[in-house]
């Protein structure tokens, strides 16, 4: 439930804005809501925000596991601003919706990260699966839990992550169907971003990684995998929502599901070549 | 039978020849046979001869059909230089053994072309899948035709080549087992060397292009495909040695299976990125 939204988009104004507008209007608290088609084309990523004294242990842990874990930028301890992802981004002003915890309990939902702000704070901004969804569907691809308007599968897996001292636990993935030629055609597009999952993880065998009823995700609404297909499986930005929770560090600060940071990046610079 | 040899590599002195010396070595009648495992790491290729009336209508089915027909080299009408292949071929002697046809019939297998060779003829030299595979291993993936000594198995399917007027006829494609994650590493290095067939045209689902058992190849060895592999199919260069049987021209010339043109290039140096 709690990533319901964070791999859904449909119908929503403000997509051909730009990613500074679409945070000018979340700042200023006209935007609620997902961010799902908001500033279409830009990439959103996802938010983790850890004290200092865990962050150098975290990044290894994104360094170790990048496919699930890409890092598209790590804030100056206490500093606010991700340059590299917007001029002007203030990270505690420019996520419509977040969530603290305190040893891993959810005890507060904030829209702004006033009062609750830190000066040893690390930001990590995580790409997401819009951006490689988007070079998918540029390409023609179809993908049919967009099209049903449903919440992309979500699998837990028997593959490990590369754990650190505290940050641990199964690689979850997403799964989205393809005949074998499309599904070539997306192991293709998404290996050039690297940066938002990159390439699949597993396809074509679900029972071979734990996955024993394709009908019944973990997370996620189930969806249809006809018999001219075959699933294809790429690692999920929820594997480290799920690593940090399971660590139930002191502190530590999300975003809201769907509620992402728009960057001023624009997808197609994601590409490796 | 005709293909036997031409997917397969093994045992062979010569490993540590340049191209030119390769081919040296063909011309002067001290090489005979195949030329797997010949000058290792440079690019072999297919070779088919055509009189210059149909040249032009077999580069466009090249060109239609770049997966199967990827067209590394065609020589001037009447000129037996690749210069980009290599500065001293003669394709009349450069090959140790050729198969001439007329009327779609094999009416000589002589070791050069003098007293053959023709004013009007143009030479095409295709890629072969021993530079992909080259790739492969080279990146740690196993093959196991190789390791089992075998030729790879070759399918024909019921995907269309597209048409010229003469040229016509089903995808042939060769089948490689490999676990899931192995095979979207293959894809993603095969992807980078489209003049050598490239990225797989299929995977996982055999019955969707035709192949009702894949233990029954129609050229080459049965292979296992283990419980936790798929398989994965790329278009095969005996597509066009079958195109053109089919289109009985009067005259043509191809190698003998096996023994290929050895080039002066590198196979890394085919990777498109």
Redesign the interface.
């Known amino acids: 439930m709690a990533t319901r939204m964070a791999e859904r988009r449909d119908g929503q104004t403000g997509g051909a804005l730009t990613g500074a507008e679409a945070r000018a209007l979340i700042r200023s608290g006209r935007h609620k809501g997902h961010t799902a088609g908001l500033a279409k084309g830009h990439v959103q990523g996802n938010l983790a925000i850890l004290p200092a004294d865990l962050a150098g242990e975290f990044l290894r842990f994104c360094q170790q596991n990048p496919k699930p874990c890409p890092v598209l930028a790590v804030g100056e301890p206490g500093s606010p601003a991700l340059p590299t992802l917007g001029r002007d981004i203030d990270i505690r002003r420019d996520v419509g919706h977040y969530r603290v915890f305190r040893d891993g309990q959810c005890v507060a939902e904030p829209t702004t990260l006033d009062g609750v702000w830190r000066d040893d704070l690390v930001t990590f901004v995580l790409g997401c699966s819009f951006s490689f969804e988007w070079a998918l569907l540029e390409d023609g691809l179809r993908l049919r839990h967009i099209e049903q308007n449903l919440t992309v599968p979500m699998f837990r897996t028997t593959i490990e992550t590369v754990p650190t001292k505290h940050f641990r636990g199964g690689l979850i993935t997403s799964m989205r169907p393809f ?3 499309d ?2 055609r997306a ?2 597009i998404t ?1 050039r971003f690297p940066a938002v999952h990159g ?7 679900p029972g ?1 990684i734990g996955v024993r009823d394709i009908m019944k995700p973990d997370f996620g609404d189930p969806l249809e995998v006809k018999a ?1 297909e ?1 699933p294809v499986f790429w690692a999920c930005g929820v594997t480290p929502q799920n690593v940090v929770a399971t660590a139930k560090p002191p502190f530590f600060i999300a975003h809201y599901p769907g509620c992402m940071l728009v960057t001023d990046l624009h997808n197609s610079k994601l590409s490796s ?1």
């Open positions: 005949k074998p030629a599904a070539i192991i293709q290996s390439a699949p993880v597993h396809i074509g065998l071979a001219d075959i070549f």
